[in-house]
């Protein structure tokens, strides 16, 4: 089998894209998958995400935001 592992994140909502090799953070309210972005740095997209649960935005990317 010639699967390739990618890293996992500590972080919950944070994931590795293997196509961008970023990590991506999204989050799913009510089911509902949002895209948040995708970050050279997995605490940058945990802080995003965080910054969202917190109602605050913090750029320190390219983000894409939605407005539930």
């Known amino acids: 089998k010639n699967s390739v592992?990618?890293?996992?994140?500590?972080?919950r909502g944070v994931s590795w894209c293997l196509s961008s090799k970023r990590w991506r953070a999204r989050i799913c309210p009510n089911?509902?998958?949002f895209f948040?972005?995708?970050f050279d740095d997995e605490i940058?997209?945990?802080a995003?995400?965080?910054?969202?649960?917190?109602?605050?935005?913090?750029?320190?990317?390219?983000?894409y935001l939605f407005v539930p």
């Open 5 to 11: 592992e990618r890293p996992k994140s500590k972080y």
């Open 31 to 33: 089911g509902k998958e």
């Open 36 to 38: 948040i972005g995708n």
């Open 44 to 46: 940058k997209a945990a």
């Open 48 to 63: 995003n995400l965080k910054s969202l649960d917190l109602g605050e935005i913090f750029l320190l990317d390219v983000i």
